[in-house]
């Protein structure tokens, strides 16, 4: 923990995330004005002391944007994450634990969804549901957990053959108290690092999704740089704030994340 | 090594046949008519029935997966809904535009990123390393569709030195620019594997040996190390080539570059059942391929590998 936190990477990429959240928390407060007020007669004003990042065409305060568009980022970042973490944590549970039939066809699984083009399979899931940040969290999830799945069979297939848990066995300890006790401590690190090295990945599909138009429709980072793309030659800070924000939030993300392997690097133990 | 190449091509069938089917059905998942598509809005339902009938649309789904698989296994990917094209010749006609952006971005990304990890390698820990591993990150870590635009505003609006977007005469002029901002996130990948590469490298014992029978500095980098560091420098090569193809869409947005990436966009929006399934088949085919070419690669770079 010590070690963590005197860690340079952790100390800056932490620093930026936990201010990054509470932007997101505060946004209403923070925010100068409402995301979605439209005034009509300041659109495409240059960032001035009433609008520090300018407006955009319908003369919404592009500050006020950025910080509620963190809410989406984050919050789609986080979701997805944990929920496509605890997908590929049963799914790799079961599949190196019982290995055989059930890992053969739990791993042809993950094989298919990580040959697919990765931002065309995201996006053919989410027009199956109503245009949204569900939509968006439910399509990176039932992506992303393929990659979670992957690296808790190996480490599960590894801790499977330590001795603690033959001498578990041999005392009689039930299939799913073997896991739940000795296997999902033992793959936290890498879970961990796993989480945080894709957060960045998650924030930035949402992006992508939200500028190719099947994302959410409230005010997001990757909505707004469409926004401004037909724009650029007269207002070209519509989409340089959002992305300048959406880099400085993925940045902070892989640092942290880079710093925690270095950290908890499992190698090294 | 024929046993190890045919037992890799059996394995992709199975999972070829898992793509194409989880596509099929996403499709079919989503909410919209195709025929009502095709016919517009204003269409009667007796036109609507008529082109549901020629697409086999009235049929119930097991049958038009089966007929779609069947027709497949000949080779056939169907027709687009949209021009009545075969898909086969879609691809084909928007393929090379994709290929070529590919092949631009990864020149780009291999020309700087191997040469910064480089000579980092040289340097560890310099102020030079550093700054490039700082970069490398901010690499990382921009979005390619926000950094497209920024190379845009400020190479082509700005400066007024390269054309904004689109593909143009074909020329190099217009390819610059989505080569790079397509590239950059392997740049940064590549320059970090390629120092790390080559400072494992340089700790081994055959170029303490190279060294002391008075090999040239430059014959040891070369020569010696850098052949032995370009193994897993390759596969990262390797890999972002074929996601650079399927993640070209992107890129192509922004550019309005008129490849496969952003047609496969519009036959989204379209809900082009055929041109989608067959892009989604032909962008993980070569994903698989290219795989194992890089496979196949290894153990002609390096002869320590054996395939079983």
Known sequence: MKKALRHPYILLGGGVAIALFCVALLAPVLAPYSPDEIDLDAFYQGPAWNHWFGTDNLGRDVLSRVAYGSRVSLGIGVTTRTFSLLIGLIVGCLSGYYGGKVDLVLQRLVDITLAFPFLLLVISIAVIFPQGVFAVFISLSLVMWAGAARLIRAQVMVVREREYVTAARAFGARDFWIVLRHIIPNSYAPALIWWTMGLGQAIMAEAGLSFLGVGSPEASWGGMINDGAQALRVAPWVSLFPGLALALTVLAFNLLGEGLRDVLDVREQ | ?308
């Open chain 2, 1 to 308: 090594m024929t046993s190890y190449i045919l037992r890799r091509l059996l394995f992709m069938a199975p999972v070829l046949l898992g793509v194409v089917t989880i596509s099929f059905f996403l499709g079919r998942l989503a909410p919209g008519d195709p025929a009502e598509a095709m016919a517009g809005q204003r269409a009667t339902e007796e036109q609507k029935q008529m082109i549901a009938q020629k697409y086999g649309l009235d049929r119930p789904l097991a049958e038009q997966y089966l007929t779609y698989l069947y027709n497949l296994a000949r080779g056939d990917l169907g027709l687009s809904y949209d021009s009545h094209r075969p898909v086969s010749e879609i691809i084909a006609e928007r393929f090379p535009y994709t290929l070529k952006l590919a092949a631009g971005a990864m020149f780009a990304a291999v020309l700087l990123g191997v040469s910064a990890g480089l000579l980092s390698a040289l340097t560890p820990n310099s102020w030079y390393d550093r700054a490039a591993m700082v970069i490398a990150m901010l690499g990382i870590s921009t979005p390619v569709f926000w950094l497209g635009l920024l190379l845009m505003y400020f190479i082509s609006v700005r400066l007024n030195w390269l054309p904004p977007s689109g593909y143009g005469d074909g020329g190099i002029r217009y390819l610059i620019l989505p080569a790079i901002a397509l590239g950059t996130q392997s740049v940064a990948m590549l320059a970090r594997m390629t120092r790390a590469a080559m400072l494992d490298v340089m700790r081994e014992d055959y170029l303490q040996t190279a060294r002391a029978k008075g090999a040239a500095p430059a014959v040891v980098v070369t020569r010696h190390a850098f052949a032995n560091a370009a193994i897993p420098i390759l596969t990262i090569v390797a890999a972002d080539f074929a996601s650079y193809l399927s993640g070209s869409v992107l890129t192509e947005k922004v550019f309005s570059w008129p490849g496969l990436g952003s047609h496969i966009m519009l036959a989204i929006s379209q809900r082009d059942y055929p041109v989608i399934n067959g892009t989604v088949l032909f962008f993980s085919a070569m994903f698989l391929a290219i795989n194992l070419l890089v496979d196949l690669l290894y153990g002609f770079l390096d002869p320590r590998i054996r395939y079983e």
